[in-house]
């Protein structure tokens, strides 16, 4: 089956055509077939589309919405100029979105229909900047290819829903979880699930077996504990502000610090908050960037002090993590890296894993260094444990793959 996977923001789409069915999970014989990326919808968009493993071909358009943006890139994969090979709409089976927030009530994912749009709707308060997005891409592919097409909802918070009260429950008035539901819900859930999914794989691990922490590094960046292929715990809370420092977020944040800044600064709380989303992290850090490769050619090129310190800080609140997640398992059989920043910067993560020695945990330089460009992997010497892993990260696959299972009504244990 043709599967479409979306994953629509405010103004872009980004998306990839899986050829997928039960028989190549197992094999990972999927087909990638097409994907693409749209920026700047709602004026002159910016368009990159990419068939297979050919040259990207890129354009500009006129498109008003995400309805034209969905016509716009359906038109090319049918083209003959794209060189897919569809032959018609109808070749597309399902269309698959990444939603960002499912409450308490989306915990797996799910078939759309108008319920599960309410349900979607009504979490707009703990997502606004993404669930409204989402739910532009599951009315703009309703209105171009009709109801009669399937859609499904994966849940970016989903993964997490079997975190135990301890560890989802704040501890502020109780009244708060049960009249708002204030709690730790985590994000990154589709990474760290298709992560653990796969290190299962390359090492033959039952399920009921697995206990890994993994690290999904990126411009975001969260933490996971894992026990029985299920999440207990997770760095990012009730929002993704929580946790790990990341490229502008500034991560775990004493709350008197909000007012603080507030007064001195004059600024009102929603101006804190966007503060501490944009400007920290390793960019408010380093007052450079964000992106952890000019970092890292910062810091060596000219021994940038605040560079050091940008990154010495991410690695440092990482350590801590696996350090927690290590307490609260009793332990772990690996420690798993993943995202643009833990797939391809060796540095950073024998950074991290320096001091960890105690807990057996080693990185060999030479299997470090080798493993980026989605290369995967262990990193970390025969007989060593918890043994270090590179695994990069396919939440458009496991998209794809829900999408299929849900379509036809097959039980997911990933």
């Known amino acids: 089956m043709n599967i479409l996977v979306l994953n629509v923001g405010s103004s872009s789409l980004k998306w990839q ?38 040259p ?13 943006a969905v016509e716009y890139l359906l038109h090319w994969l049918l083209s003959a100029e794209s060189g897919v090979g569809l032959g018609s709409l109808g070749d597309i089976g399902a269309v698959g979105h990444r939603v960002a927030h499912g409450g308490e009530r989306f915990v797996h994912s799910v078939g759309i229909d108008d319920d599960v749009l309410r349900g979607i709707e009504e979490t707009i308060d703990l997502a606004p900047l993404h669930n409204p997005a989402n739910l532009k891409g599951i009315q703009a592919v309703r ?44 994000f990154h859930g589709t990474s760290h699930r298709y992560v653990s999914y796969r290190w299962r794989q390359l090492t033959g691990t039952p399920r009921e077996q697995q206990r890994i922490i993994t690290l999904h590094l990126g411009n975001g960046c969260s933490a996971c504990a894992i026990s029985g292929g299920e999440s207990v715990d997770t760095s990012m809370g009730f929002t993704p502000l929580e946790g790990l420092v990341m490229g502008t977020r500034s991560g775990d944040l004493d709350p008197a610090v909000l007012e603080y800044i507030a007064v001195k600064e004059g600024l009102s709380l929603p101006e804190v908050e966007s503060l501490l989303n944009k400007q920290s992290g390793l960019l408010g850090i380093s007052g450079l960037t964000n992106d952890m490769r000019e970092l890292l050619a910062e810091a060596e090129e000219h021994d940038d002090r605040r560079a050091w310190l940008a990154i010495e800080i991410f690695c440092y609140r990482a350590r801590k993590y696996i350090g927690s997640y290590l307490a609260a398992m009793g332990g772990a059989d690996a420690i798993c890296f993943a995202g643009g920043v833990g797939e391809n910067a060796p540095a950073v993560r024998a950074m991290i894993c320096e001091g960890l020695e105690f807990a057996g945990i080693r990185v060999d330089a030479a299997a470090n260094h080798a493993h980026v460009g989605g290369r995967e992997g262990r990193i970390s010497p025969e007989g060593a444990g918890p043994g270090v892993w590179v695994i990069p990260t396919d939440e458009e696959l496991l998209i794809a793959r829900d999408t299929y299972r849900v379509v036809n009504g097959i039980e997911s244990r990933y």
Do not use: C, M
């Open 143 to 186: 209105a171009v290819l009709g109801h009669a097409v399937p859609q499904v909802a994966v849940f970016d918070t989903a993964f997490h829903h079997t975190l135990p009260e301890r560890a989802f429950l704040y501890a502020i008035p109780y009244s708060l979880y049960r009249r708002h539901r204030v709690r730790r819900y985590g």
């Open 56 to 68: 990207a071909v890129k354009g500009t358009a006129p498109l008003r919405d995400h309805r034209a």
């Open 17 to 54: 055509l899986i050829d997928t069915d039960e028989g190549r999970f197992a094999d990972n014989g999927d087909v990638r077939r097409a994907r693409g990326l749209v920026e700047r919808i709602g004026g002159e968009a910016v368009w990159s589309f990419r068939a297979g493993s050919g």
